[in-house]
Nanobody
Framework: QVQLVESGGGLVQAGGSLRLSCAAS????????VGWHRQGPGKQRELVGT???????NYADSVKGRFTVSRDNAKSTAYLQMNSLKPEDTAVYYC?????????WGQGTQVTVSS
């Protein structure tokens, strides 16, 4: 069926960069809105950014100017480019696809930013 697999997480020092990938299979990726969410220790899950099927993006205020959501429909993959990382960005990052026919989540990937 439909699967989403996040990758690219890891350890990085403050000020560094990471790019997360979300690879989709089992569905027509191009029709979905993709959202990146994160949940840090002791915090609620937060919507980081979204990209629609048409390429329109939105971002949480906390990441504006630092993070960029993109997608490559030919590869059925969405990306989250994270620059100027801060310790408060430490969280498990999740990829989500939503359309009228379904709502799907990946397993998450850990991002840890050291000070």
């Amino acid at each position: 069926q439909v699967q989403l697999v996040e990758s690219g997480g890891g350890l990085v020092q403050a000020g560094g960069s990471l790019r997360l990938s979300c690879a989709a299979s089992g569905t027509i990726f191009s029709i979905y809105t993709v959202g990146w969410h994160r949940q840090g220790p002791g915090k609620q899950r937060e919507l980081v950014g979204t990209i629609t099927s048409g390429g329109t993006t939105n971002y949480a205020d906390s990441v504006k100017g630092r993070f960029t959501v993109s997608r490559d429909n030919a590869k059925s993959t969405a990306y989250l480019q994270m620059n100027s990382l801060k310790p408060e960005d430490t969280a498990v990052y999740y990829c989500n696809m939503n359309w009228r026919t379904g709502d799907y989540w990946g397993q998450g990937t850990q991002v840890t930013v050291s000070s």
